[in-house]
T-cell receptor, first 115, second 115 residues
Framework: DQQVKQNSPSLSVQEGRISILNCDYTNSMFDYFLWYKKYPAEGPTFLISISSIKDKNEDGRFTVFLNKSAKHLSLHIVPSQPGDSAVYFCAASAITGGGADGLTFGKGTHLIIQP | EPEVTQTPSHQVTQMGQEVILRCVPISNHLYFYWYRQILGQKVEFLVSFYNNEISEKSEIFDDQFSVERPDGSNFTLKIRSTKLEDSAMYFC?????????????FGPGTRLLVL
């Protein structure tokens, strides 16, 4: 039961170009979305998040777009840099009434920035 | 910048043995989590902990698992009788304040290998 789907296992982008990573979700109760970056043998590092009351959030080179009607979000990285090469995870949090909910992760997209 | 730390970084154990994985969350954080990532699979939520009790747990978190905050700084995950399928990377995470929509920060992980 994949509630958060990242359908591209890998993505290769030229340095300096825009990287677009996509994520789809099925659970209508998700209202908070996060992107994490992960290098091998390290923990996920938080990149950027967005609440369902917004449709865009920007932080430097990173912008996340949320389309609630399509249950789709995307992460844009521009310009892409070699250090951006990593696995990117989309994660979501749901309204369940509790105050400490676990995140549901996608399987990740391996972004490769080519020089 | 404050970080979540985890020890040990690697642990090898025999099937049936007990293991304790340790985490030191960020000092002013109030919510604590354990996740795991089996090799090649997505990061999966195990349990969340707040105010000295479990807030939420997944179906993975069965009776062989337990969590504890034995003092003001450590947060532990105990696996009572390890199985081969418990081999995974275990991540601790923490977040601040009471609003659910706060970022969870992850530690570097403990790689557990059950033989």
């Amino acid at each position: 039961d994949q509630q958060v789907k990242q359908n591209s296992p890998s993505l290769s982008v030229q340095e300096g170009r825009i990287s677009i990573l996509n994520c789809d979700y099925t659970n209508s109760m998700f209202d908070y979305f996060l992107w994490y970056k992960k290098y091998p043998a390290e923990g996920p590092t938080f990149l950027i998040s967005i609440s369902s009351i917004k449709d865009k959030n920007e932080d430097g080179r990173f912008t996340v777009f949320l389309n609630k009607s399509a249950k789709h979000l995307s992460l844009h990285i521009v310009p892409s840099q070699p250090g951006d090469s990593a696995v990117y995870f989309c994660a979501a949090s749901a309204i369940t009434g509790g105050g400490a909910d676990g995140l549901t992760f996608g399987k990740g997209t391996h972004l490769i920035i080519q020089p | 910048e404050p970080e979540v730390t985890q020890t040990p970084s690697h642990q090898v154990t025999q099937m049936g043995q007990e293991v304790i994985l340790r985490c030191v969350p960020i000092s002013n954080h109030l919510y604590f989590y354990w996740y795991r990532q089996i090799l090649g699979q997505k990061v999966e939520f195990l349990v969340s902990f707040y105010n000295n009790e479990i807030s939420e747990k997944s179906e993975i978190f069965d009776d062989q698992f337990s969590v504890e905050r034995p003092d003001g700084s450590n947060f532990t995950l105990k696996i009572r009788s390890t199985k081969l399928e418990d081999s995974a990377m275990y991540f601790c995470a923490s977040r601040n304040r009471g609003r659910r929509q706060e970022t969870q920060y992850f530690g570097p992980g403990t790689r557990l290998l059950v033989l």
